[in-house]
């Protein structure tokens, strides 16, 4: 690990990162032993590692996979989301820990790609809609689960892409958000935070190497090209040329968040929230939520 000028062998590398995960939810409290803990699964090394990670902590943690489905199974093999719902099961089975699964196709009738078609929100890339429905899952789950937090498995890589993406773009509303906690300060928002926030892809993907966790391999077919892969390769460009510099420029930012660079958030932000007249949830938007509204969107009466 240049970044960290640092050489393990197995067994001291299997000690570390668990510490450095440790260290994180110290430093940003961001639950304790007594909390209630749901972790989004999505068959991938990072979720599937911060699972095992808490888990070996003694945390009390239940997963929840929610299958998009997304790739079409068939004689030759799984499709994307089939294949990760095996992963996530295998996992929980292995460990004799709790899975909540949700099928987005079951309980809303249609596949993530197929709202996307019918709805016209991204027919190349169905990434919104992906993205609103998963959020709008995670917090339901969680909320009637009686969770105290929801814990994401996003790792240094992803966080210091997005901080890149929204400095390129000078977005003040998700530079003040941005952070390894999204507090629950909203009517019906669960807490939300990101254990792996300061851990490198490369180090958790090593970690489910050597821990033996199975994991599927192969990325969802709607990533490539996107923003986020751009943004990440001149990174890990930047990385090669000076190790550290992710680190450096995402907790740097944290730093500079901290010694009060953004002013925080309006009040009246917070107060404009009310609750969805159709599932409950909090939402700025007058009338229905932005999910609700999309999964009216074009359906006929
Ligand atoms: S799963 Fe969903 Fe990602 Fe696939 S459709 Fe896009 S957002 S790329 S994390």
Not at 128 to 153: D, F, P, W
Not at 156 to 167: G, K, P, R, V, W
Request: charged share 25%.
């Amino acid at each position: 690990m240049r970044q960290h000028k640092l050489a393990l062998c197995k067994d001291h590398y299997l000690e570390w990162v668990p510490e450095q995960v440790e260290r994180a939810i110290q430093k940003y409290h961001m639950f304790s032993h007594e909390d209630r803990i749901l972790v989004a699964v999505s068959g991938g090394k990072d979720s599937l590692s911060l699972w095992d990670i808490l888990w070996r902590l003694g945390y009390s943690v239940d997963g929840l996979y929610i299958g998009l489905g997304i790739g079409e199974s068939s004689a030759e093999g799984l499709g994307y989301s089939d294949e990760s719902e095996r992963m996530a099961r295998q996992f929980a089975e292995k460990h004799a820990l709790n899975l909540h699964t949700v099928s987005i196709p079951q309980v809303y009738g249609e596949s993530i790609p197929a709202i996307a078609e019918r709805t016209h929100r991204g027919r190349e890339k169905p990434c919104s809609v992906c993205g609103l429905t998963k959020r709008h899952v995670m917090n339901r789950i969680a909320r009637e689960g009686g969770y105290q937090v929801l814990v994401t498995g996003h790792n240094l890589d992803d966080e210091a892409a997005i901080l890149f993406s929204n400095t390129m773009n000078w977005i003040p509303g998700y530079l003040v958000r941005q952070g390894p906690v999204l507090e629950a300060n909203r009517a019906g928002m669960v807490r939300k935070v990101k254990p792996l926030c300061r851990m490198y892809e490369r180090e958790m993907a090593a970690y489910a190497l050597l821990r033996g966790i199975e994991y599927v391999y192969e990325e969802c077919p709607f990533v490539e090209g996107s923003n986020t892969i751009y943004y990440k390769e001149i990174l890990n460009k930047l990385e090669f040329d000076r190790p550290g510099s992710k680190i450096n420029f995402y907790l740097t930012y944290l730093q500079a968040k901290e010694n009060g660079l953004f002013a925080p958030l309006a009040d009246t932000e917070l107060e404009l929230l009310h609750n969805c007249p159709s599932c409950g949830q909090a939402t700025t938007a007058p009338g229905e939520c932005a999910f609700c509204r999309m999964m009216a969107k074009g359906k006929k009466p």
